[in-house]
């Protein structure tokens, strides 16, 4: 291969287009806003210090009159300056100063000063100076530039430039920078005619320009062209443009704002990287170096050669070519040519000189340089020839001589053609110089012919590249080259490669070792093959060193290898996520499937599927999209690893199957923020967290809303060997079924960050909750959220029950700080190893259980730790407390129940503190106490909220116990109270009942009547102790009192005179309160117990004695009414009233009496009763117009929603219509067509 060597003179133009700004402009030409050290003055004589106008103008700056003639004519500027001259007669005898202060000068560099200054020459003396001096910031004056006298001639100079009456520009840098300068003028002029001016003083400085953009780091640092090179950084846009050594990058790959890939285009790109952002250019610390050829490619010559010479056809025009090929520049002013007019002349007749300077006096390595002999040529030559007067002609002989010694280089003779215009070129097969003339090597060529000038084709050339290795993609790596080696010598290859990866700043030798888990050949060889799991080398580039004879280097352009596949992947078995093994691949989700050479990523995949069976681990940080785990599969993400869900079209991660979350720490494990993914959870989906890392994005980046989570799903909190410590999330949290569990030994939850804890809002588990149900250790989880909210459990509660040796426990309380509570809507249910602790030791209260469903507590000893906590039993159905074996003991209870009824099946519901009864009735049997210890207190207790069943009360010791028991029956409120006298400690055991007690004989000196419609029993829990009582009984409308202040407390039982048992009256003045609806009647002390009800002394209690029984029955939506009486006269009257709230009544129906009936049976069916309580009663009228009133009855119905059914449908003819039965009203009832037209419309009202 040819190449043109002429040496061309090179001029660079480097123009920095900088815009300087003016900070200060001082040009004279006004009153100085400055700080003078002296006014400015004259003596009238020759004296002087102030501005002049060279015009003759008179200006009075600061009292500065027009100065003494005799000014110097000083050149080259117009307008006023400031002139000076023998300073001694001023105000101080030598010396004046102006000041310039507070220059702004932040934001500025390369700070100059320009001044313009003249000065009459002869009369400066050493002792005279101009002096500019800089002040920044006040770290003291510094000399800027100052002229001083001469000693000798009287001249003003720097030591550089001597100033003249002609003004001169002086400039210097003001060295530093900062924010204020201040800038000082100081002139020293004793006498002796000392004149100088001053003019245009200015300082100027280059604005820090910020650009929006940063370069970091590049990456690799040298290459060949085609390299990628990674610039990172900050602040880089789609606009963003690069270059290389002033070299526009062939292209530029915008990745995001830290990231751009220039790729190296062809030219000299050695030198600065330069990435250019909205015109503002920031260069790279770092610069590039571009790898070409090297080593010695040419084959190296003895010396100096004469390789071409051409002689013109006319005229004396002739050229001579001389070739470098010794591997070193030659110093060609060490050589002149000889000319010999013939081939056997002795002596020369002209000598033709290299030039001096300049091209021609020296030749590089492998250049060529066409020297010029006389005049005439066409621009071919490099040089001309000195001393050429003459030409060269037909057999003339040129001799290369080393002038030094004389020595004959190289010898030329024009031995063949022997004519004018003749043409020799040196055959490139010579080794170097001959100083005697070979014919053989040289070749003649056709006269006139100058194409060749200028060119050498020196044997030995670097090799040659007819084929470049080019991008490739796919899975496998397959890269060649084809070269022709320069001189015939052997070829050899070595391939290198750059990882690509932003940080690998140089290039490695491709080797086996260099790449593990593939298969590497041909890496010393014109082809480069790898195959195998190129998963970890995509995005790598790559290229070929091509030497000959090992020594001659030349290098390919750079290719880049892409990992492609197909954008459908799919699990294939168990194993590492970067384990291509275990992937398969298709273009849809349909398939078909087949083997894929790279793992799924964000970047090369559409559609991520985990199958059924497959547990896939997530080990090393990875970054996907659409990611759907089967029902069966398995995602498990080891604890430093980072899952990173990108945001694509749709849901981004749908967990059907389980998703093991094993992150430790920050930036370990699922990372759903930083791109904005999204996921769900399946309802049989399943999530297990382990270890540190946050929980807050799952709830953050579910797809609409963390409230629409499944309930039926599983999220596992589970403690094991990957982690000490396991991270929880309360604050506005939903989760599925709920399971805290450990699998290595028992496990506190005790940092703060397994903590359930908050504020700001609580947690909601849509399912059930289980604490140490399920692994093989205890656990015990902590609640410290203290938002208005508890824990909301919409299923079950469950405690314990995996069968570990420890306690598992929910603990509403961690060091002193106390959680609201939980609200349970299923049932409670502890194990024989769980616990529910609300005691904390220290809290005046220790939150609340809510509690919908059964309470059911299987642990043997203390299942349930209250504290001072408070118990609220809220459910719609009827509820039951369970305990194994012991009672089961509460702080606070509160009853509030819309419907259903409360059942204690423990042996006793023990109450510390309070039952506050706000709806719902509780059910208690001989069996199942309800009781309450000394200071505990009964509340608010009334017709809808009571006990129905016996209640025991502890008395205090030592201390007085007043009490009223919250009983009832059948609906029906009706409390006893009892007072303590001797206070000493017994327990008491009441229980109510809304029927008469059966016999009914009094003790008529102190009563008239006693009530048949209820009785309470009051006894000691365990007789014998001496206590007295009084015995305080409640009445309601229910019990028909008529005049309170007649009313009893009537006692059943022996009191002398008497030998048998009769109703006595307990006291003849009794406390009596209320009204004859409701109030109480207190006794005197008594002794004895059971039985007591209400007695008078009037017999005005007047339910009927022949009235044998009342009952109410619920019949499907209908109540039936039933009584029986007996001795019933002829004109008695028998009415059946019912009220929705036991006070206000309404009569359903009313019969005669069958006349002189033994015993007589009425019935009546109520076929519309209220939703909710109605309470019947029975208003007897006899035949003398005596009124008296039944006890009351009460039935609950539900309004159950029963559906309206209409058939058949279409009709024709006839339609059915199927009604509920109505509660009480009118209904209006339309039938409406698919058209809307109303095709029936009526009226019916409850019973028809």
Request: net charge negative; charged share 15%.
């Amino acid at each position: 291969m040819k190449a043109k060597l002429h040496h061309f003179i090179l001029l660079l133009c480097l123009v920095t287009s900088t815009l300087q700004a003016q900070i200060l402009t001082e040009p004279f030409d006004n009153d100085l806003q400055i700080v003078k050290s002296h006014q400015f003055f004259t003596d009238g004589a020759s004296d002087y210090f102030g501005i002049f106008d060279p015009t003759g103008v008179a200006h009075d700056f600061d009292g500065f009159p027009t100065p003494p003639g005799g000014v110097p004519n000083y050149t080259g500027n117009t307008g006023l300056y400031l002139i000076g001259e023998d300073l001694d007669g001023g105000p101080d005898p030598s010396t004046q100063t102006l000041t310039w202060s507070g220059l702004n000068i932040n934001g500025f560099v390369g700070l100059e000063l320009s001044v313009d200054l003249a000065a009459d020459l002869g009369g400066f003396d050493v002792a005279d100076q101009i002096t500019f001096e800089a002040n920044i910031d006040g770290a003291g004056f510094n000399v800027i530039t100052q002229f001083n006298g001469s000693a000798t001639n009287g001249v003003a100079t720097d030591g550089t430039t001597n100033l003249s009456l002609a003004f001169q520009t002086i400039t210097n840098t003001i060295a530093g920078t900062g924010n204020l300068l201040d800038l000082r003028l100081t002139v020293t002029a004793t006498a002796g005619n000392e004149e100088f001016a001053i003019d245009n003083v200015l300082i100027t400085g280059t604005p820090i320009v910020v650009c929006p953009h940063t370069i970091a780091n590049i990456s690799p640092r040298s290459g060949p062209v085609g390299t990628e090179v990674t610039i990172r950084g900050t602040g880089f846009t789609a606009s963003s443009s690069v270059t290389f050594n002033g070299i526009t990058a062939s292209t530029v790959q915008f990745i995001d704002a830290t990231t751009i890939i220039a790729t190296v285009p062809a030219g000299p790109t050695t030198g600065a990287i330069v990435v250019t952002e909205a015109t503002c250019d920031v260069t790279s610390g770092a610069g590039y170096t571009l790898l070409e050829q090297s080593g010695s490619c040419s084959a190296v010559l003895s010396g100096l050669i004469i390789s071409e010479v051409f002689d013109n056809t006319s005229g004396s025009l002739g050229y001579i070519e001389i070739y470098n090929g010794t591997g070193a520049t030659i110093d060609l002013t060490d050589y002149h040519i000889d000319r010999y007019g013939t081939l056997a002349a002795a002596a020369s007749t002209h000598t033709y000189n290299f030039p001096a300077t300049g091209v021609g006096s020296s030749i590089a390595d492998g250049e060529v340089l066409v020297g010029r002999i006389n005049s005439g040529g066409s621009g071919l030559e490099d040089f001309d020839f000195g001393l050429t007067v003459a030409g060269f002609n037909a057999d003339d002989r040129l001799e290369l001589i080393f002038t030094s010694t004389g020595t004959v280089v190289d010898d030329f003779e024009d031995a063949v053609v022997g004519a004018i215009g003749y043409l020799y070129r040196r055959s490139n097969t010579v080794t170097g110089p001959n100083p005697n003339f070979t014919a053989s090597e040289w070749t003649t060529g056709t006269a006139g012919d100058a194409s060749d000038l200028g060119f050498f084709n020196a044997l030995g050339g670097s090799p040659t590249l007819s084929a470049q290795p080019t991008d490739v993609s796919g899975c496998a790596i397959t890269l060649s080259v084809l070269a022709t080696a320069g001189n015939g010598g052997a070829l050899t290859y070595q391939w290198f490669f750059n990882e690509s990866d932003g940080s690998t700043i140089g290039w490695t030798a491709v080797s086996g070792a260099a790449f593990p888990g593939t298969l590497v050949s041909g890496a010393a060889t014109d082809a480069l093959s790898i195959t195998g799991n190129l998963s970890a080398y995509d995005n790598y580039q790559f290229y070929c060193q091509v030497t000959e004879n090992g020594s001659c280097h030349i290098l390919t352009e750079a290719a880049q290898f892409r990992l492609t596949t197909d954008r459908f992947f799919r699990s294939a078995g168990t194993g590492n996520w970067t384990n291509v093994n275990i992937w398969e691949m298709a273009t849809s989700a349909a398939g078909p499937w087949s083997s894929t050479c790279m793992y799924p990523l964000f970047d090369n995949s559409d559609y991520i599927h985990i199958r059924s069976g497959d547990v896939v681990t997530v080990n090393q940080d990875i970054v996907v999209d659409h990611v759907v785990i089967e029902a069966g599969g398995t995602v498990s993400i080891r604890n430093s690893e980072l899952f990173i869900i990108n945001n694509g079209t749709g849901i981004d991660l749908n967990v059907e199957g389980t998703l093991i979350d094993n992150g430790n720490g920050n930036g370990n494990g699922i990372n759903l923020t930083a791109n904005s993914g999204t996921w769900i959870l399946a309802p049989n989906g399943e999530i297990i967290k382990t270890g540190t890392s946050s929980v807050a994005q799952y709830r953050d980046s579910y797809e609409g809303g963390i409230a629409n989570i499944p309930a039926t799903a599983d999220w596992r909190y589970r403690h094991n060997t990957n982690s000490g410590l396991v991270a929880v999330i309360s604050v506005n949290m939903f989760y599925p079924n709920l399971y805290i569990e450990s699998t290595n030994g028992g496990h506190n939850f005790t940092n703060a960050s397994e903590v359930f804890r908050g504020i700001n809002g609580f947690m909601t588990i849509k399912g059930n909750m289980y604490i140490g149900n399920t692994g093989t250790g205890a656990v015990q989880i902590f609640n410290n959220n203290i938002n208005a909210g508890a824990i909301d459990v919409l299923g079950d509660l469950i405690i314990g029950g995996n069968g570990s040796v420890g306690i598992s426990k929910f603990e509403n309380n961690i060091s002193g700080g106390v959680g609201t509570g939980i609200e349970v809507h299923g049932d409670l249910l502890l194990h024989t190893d769980g616990v529910l602790d609300f005691e904390d030791g220290t809290a005046a209260t220790d939150g609340v259980v809510r509690l919908h469903g059964n309470w059911i507590n299987l642990n043997t000893g203390n299942g349930f730790d209250e504290g001072q906590s408070t118990v609220e039993f809220v459910g719609t159905s009827n509820q039951t407390i369970d305990k194994a074996t012991t009672s089961e003991t509460f702080y606070n209870v509160v009853v509030n129940k819309a419907s259903g009824t409360l059942q204690n099946n423990a042996s006793n519901m023990v109450i510390e503190n309070d039952m506050t009864f706000t709806n719902g009735i509780v059910l208690t049997t001989a069996t199942s106490y309800l009781l309450f210890e000394p200071a505990a207190t009964a509340t608010n207790a009334f017709t809808f909220s009571h006990v129905d069943g016996p209640v025991i009360k502890e008395t205090n010791l030592g201390s007085l116990t007043t009490f009223t028991y919250p009983t009832g029956d059948n609906g029906v409120y009706g409390a006893i109270g009892i007072e303590t006298r001797f206070n000493l400690g017994v327990s008491y055991v009441a229980e109510y009942f809304s029927t008469g007690f059966g016999t009914y004989n009094v003790n008529g000196a102190e009563l008239g009547h006693v009530s048949s419609l209820e009785y309470w029993m009051l006894d000691e829990l365990v007789g014998g102790s001496v206590e007295n009582l009084k015995v305080t009984l409640h009445w309601g409308a229910h019990s028909l009192i008529s005049s309170p202040s007649a009313v009893r407390v009537a006692h059943f039982y022996t009191e002398a005179p008497s030998l048998v048992n009769q109703w006595e009256a307990e006291g003849a003045s009794p406390v009596f309160t209320g009204t004859i609806l409701s109030g109480t009647v207190t006794s005197d002390y008594v002794t004895s117990f059971s039985p007591f009800t209400l007695g008078d002394t009037l017999n005005l209690i007047l339910l009927p004695l022949e009235m044998l029984r009342f009952e109410a029955t619920k019949v499907d939506r209908t109540g039936l009414l039933e009584w029986e009486v007996a001795n019933e006269q002829t004109g008695d009257r028998y009415c059946l009233e019912r009220s929705a709230d036991a006070q206000d009544f309404e009569t359903l129906a009313c019969f005669e009496a069958t006349s002189n009936q033994a015993i007589a049976l009425y019935r009546h069916i109520d076929e519309s009763p209220f939703v909710g309580y109605n309470y019947y009663r029975i208003h007897q009228v006899d035949y003398t117009g005596a009124s008296s009133y039944s006890i009351t009855k009460a039935l609950e119905f539900k309004n159950d929603h029963a559906s309206i059914l209409v058939y058949p449908n279409p009709a024709k003819g006839q339609l059915t219509l199927e009604l509920p039965i109505l509660m009480k009203g009118v209904y209006e009832v339309k039938v409406v067509d698919a058209l809307g037209r109303i095709l029936i419309a009526s009226t019916i009202e409850e019973g028809q």
